[in-house]
């Protein structure tokens, strides 16, 4: 503990090593302030993008859809919310985005690209099959929807455990945002947009399109922030290498 009377303090009574001393502590108490500062806000944006996505995911996979929106403006505008929110953090904290591809940082992305292929691969082979008057995966016509259903929630619930786990070390360990947090949530958003698709289906006609449509939006959005990520976190890296 430090060797001095508050009185001495607000009355100026202290020596140039007890002013070095307090000049230190109020440094400490700044700098510990604005760590809180920092996990407060990243404990906030994740616990909004959480929510957000978890009512969209909600709505498009595990409810009643109303046929009344118009879903890919719905879902791909809450894309790009949720992902400005992430990147808007890690810019004004000059903070970076982890692009060291290696072992472990190829790890925290695999779920998320994995699961948003495997999606993508087969929504567009059954859609193409189901167009030609074929049953995909020796299936029984009545069972393609709900296994599609099921395949996007089991994608979803994936992706849901993901992101808490990423958000935890961020916030817990002070660890770097990765890519994967970006294409995490396009998963996220995608699935919930492709059950509501799923949902007000009236006919077989048009499905490869209504995918694409979907694919295309979601992956413009996250493909626009993964490069302004991958900018800022290179220009930032570069401005820190300059002398003074």
Not at 119 to 131: G, L, R
């Amino acid at each position: 503990m430090l060797d001095l009377e508050i009185q001495d303090i607000v009355r100026g009574e202290i020596n140039k090593e007890d002013n070095n001393t307090v000049v230190e502590v109020v440094r400490i108490v700044k700098l510990q302030g604005h760590e809180r500062r920092r996990k407060d806000i990243k404990f906030g944006i994740g616990i909004i993008s959480f929510l957000y996505v978890c009512i969209l995911g909600n709505i498009g996979l595990f409810s009643h859809r109303p046929a009344d929106i118009n879903e890919i403006v719905v879902y791909g505008i809450s894309y790009f919310i949720v992902a400005f929110l992430i990147l808007c953090n890690v810019i004004i904290e000059k903070e970076v985005i982890e692009l060291d591809f290696n072992k472990k940082s190829i790890s925290k992305i695999f779920i998320p690209a994995i699961t948003y292929l495997c999606e993508i691969v087969i929504f567009s082979v059954t859609f193409s099959m189901v167009e030609k008057g074929k049953i995909p995966f020796a299936m029984e016509p009545y069972s393609i929807g709900p296994f599609l259903n099921t395949l996007l929630k089991i994608v979803f619930l994936l992706n849901i455990l993901f992101v808490i786990n990423t958000y935890y070390k961020v916030i817990r360990y002070g660890r770097e945002v990765s890519i994967g947090i970006f294409i995490s949530f396009a998963v996220l958003f995608l699935s919930g947009l492709n059950g509501y698709m799923l949902g007000k289906l009236s006919g077989l006609s048009g499905l490869q399109k209504l995918l694409w449509n979907n694919v295309g939006v979601i992956s413009a959005e996250m493909l626009l922030f993964i490069i302004v990520g991958v900018f800022w976190t290179k220009k930032h890296a570069k401005e820190e290498k300059q002398p003074g």
